[in-house]
């Protein structure tokens, strides 16, 4: 996994070198540690030339101030306490990591104004300091492994030098706070890593073999081959990986963190390390971003690696299928019919609507296997998802009003926004065929529902909802804790939604 800052926490003093961080409210009312350095003549100086007054957003720089050994003092703007949340402060820590630069030490004073601290809600001392932490390494990631000349020039800062200290009178209950924060940052990482990795690096195999990895934590983790899927009877899933070398793996991930008895909360990933469209093949520009297929597959591993480092009180289950989708003299035809797990038979009229076929079969075996609390799948499944939200939020569809619901409300607390889309018996006849039980494609209007409505198909009773990501997990607009084409986008989502609703 790609390097990040090393995170320590220390009592509320300050340093005496580095470079150092003071919160300053509206006022520039700022905790007590920090005034003696804040109504310094030199500081106070700076701070009217520059006209500060502390405007959320606005920073003042200083080098070397005389009050203090440290090197340089960067007061950050947080305006009005009371309107600053876990958000604000997660979002806080991404702007102090990209204010580091080559810093080797850095230290922030991550309390407010006592009169403005709260005991027990987003702005208590212990949260803002763990939050910050948690910012500071979401933005801290780049995937930079294949630049062989930037290694040794020194030109670029690499954030695995920093040491960032976070200096609270709540370090202990901070520190604690961040060993969970610290876990899910991780998947995040693992996601982005996964997602981030070209295809003839990560295929089928070893994107298993990284699934895999996650027994370290103490997970249970089986891989399926190509063997086994024909015999289980994964049809669907086996006619997009036969026009490629490289062979199909499902790997199943469980996390049994809860009591023996508790069913599992499922989810299910489409995993197509590349797709090309197989014979339905796509347009040449644009197509590398197609080794970011496999985004819902990297954020289900993400997410189960994010579950076991936090030791969630929970039994999760995450399966991701693993294929290429190449054209080739044995790759599937359009007009090909196949026959699913489900014994459902589908005639596939376009080979470039892969991910269903790869989720029919999955979703299938999830619900017979593991019979769950409910099913969420993640997909990069449709460009017309792109057209309808754009990037700001990923495309909800569910059968359940209550599971929606828990959805939007840990979009809503972790700034992973999802938007709900219906699905209805109008929208389910347009993949209905002559030929077969159903084909692979509606019309040319409501792309994405109709995937949705396919997807359906295979879902019998257990609350299920579809996460169409394929404008949110790559590609998606640099922000304060993402500089990367691959955004991670839902492992925060869903460890909330567990945590919410689903532990203890
Ligand atoms: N992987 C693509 C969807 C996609 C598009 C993801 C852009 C990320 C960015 C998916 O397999 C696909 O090709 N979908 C087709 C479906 C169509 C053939 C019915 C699409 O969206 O055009
Ligand atoms: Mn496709
Ligand atoms: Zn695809």
């Known amino acids: 996994m790609s390097k990040s800052l090393t995170i320590a926490f220390s009592a509320a003093k300050l340093p005496t070198s580095g470079t150092l961080f003071v919160l300053a409210a509206e006022d520039l009312a700022c905790a007590s540690a920090a005034e003696d350095l804040m109504n310094d003549a030199q500081v106070q100086r700076a701070v009217e030339a520059m006209d500060f007054s502390g405007k959320t957003g606005s920073s003042l720089d200083i080098i070397a101030p005389s009050a203090s050994g440290v090197d340089r003092l960067v007061i950050l703007g947080i305006g009005d306490v009371s309107a600053m949340t876990t958000q604000s402060w997660i979002k806080l820590g991404g702007t102090i990591a990209s204010k580091l630069g080559g810093t080797k030490a850095a230290t922030v004073l991550a309390e407010v104004d006592a009169d403005a601290a709260d005991a027990t809600g987003d702005n208590n001392t ?5 939050n910050i932490a948690y910012g500071a390494k979401l933005r801290t990631y780049s995937f930079d492994k294949y630049k062989t000349k930037k290694k040794d020039n020194g030109k670029t800062p690499k954030a695995e030098n920093t040491r960032l200290t976070l200096a609270t009178s709540e370090n202990t209950a901070a520190k604690k706070a961040w060993n969970s924060l610290s876990g899910i940052a991780d998947g995040v990482h ?3 890593d996964l997602v981030n990795e070209p295809a003839n690096v990560l295929g089928p195999v070893e994107f298993a073999a990284a699934a895999k990895e996650l027994e ?3 997970c249970k983790v089986s891989i399926l081959g190509d063997k086994e899927l024909s015999k289980i009877g994964m049809g669907s899933l086996l006619s997009v990986s036969q026009g490629s ?4 793996r499902v790997a199943i991930i469980e996390w049994k963190g809860g009591k023996a008895k508790d069913k599992p909360v499922a989810f299910v990933g489409k995993g197509v390390v590349f797709d090309t469209g197989g014979i339905s093949i796509k347009p040449g520009a644009g197509m590398g971003d197609m080794k970011g297929d496999m985004g819902g597959a990297a954020t289900v591993t993400g997410l189960l690696h994010a579950l076991a480092a936090r030791k969630a009180k929970v039994n999760a289950v995450g399966v991701i299928g693993c294929v290429e989708n ?8 359009p007009g090909d019919i196949v026959k699913s797990l489900s014994g459902q038979t589908i005639e596939i009229l376009n080979t470039d609507a892969e991910g269903r076929l790869v989720l029919a079969d999955l979703l299938w075996y ?7 609390q409910f099913m969420v799948d993640l997909a990069t499944l449709t460009g017309a998802i792109l057209v309808a939200l754009g990037s700001e939020h990923a495309g909800l569809f569910s059968n359940n009003d209550e599971l929606s619901e828990q959805l939007s409300a840990a979009g809503q607390a972790t700034g992973e926004l999802v938007w709900r889309m219906p699905l209805s018996k109008a929208y389910d006849k347009l993949i209905d065929t002559p030929n077969a039980d159903m084909k692979n494609i509606g019309g040319r209007m409501a792309g994405s529902i109709t995937a949705a409505q396919f997807l359906q198909r295979f879902v019998r009773d257990t609350p299920w909802a579809h996460l ?9 607009p640099k922000s304060e804790i993402s500089q990367s084409w691959a955004s991670g986008y839902g492992v925060r989502l869903l460890d909330r939604l567990v945590a919410d ?3 203890g």
Not at 326 to 333: E, N
Request: charged content about 25%; glycine content about 8%.
């Open 126 to 130: 212990a949260n803002i300091a763990a």
């Open 245 to 248: 070398t490289k062979p199909a």
């Open 190 to 192: 693992l996601a982005r």
């Open 366 to 372: 999830v619900e017979d296997k593991f019979k769950p």
């Open 326 to 333: 190449m054209p080739d003299g044995d790759a599937t035809r």
């Open 468 to 476: 169409d990501v394929a404008g949110t997990a790559m590609n998606a």
């Open 501 to 503: 609703n689903y532990e």
């Open 216 to 218: 370290q934590l103490g």
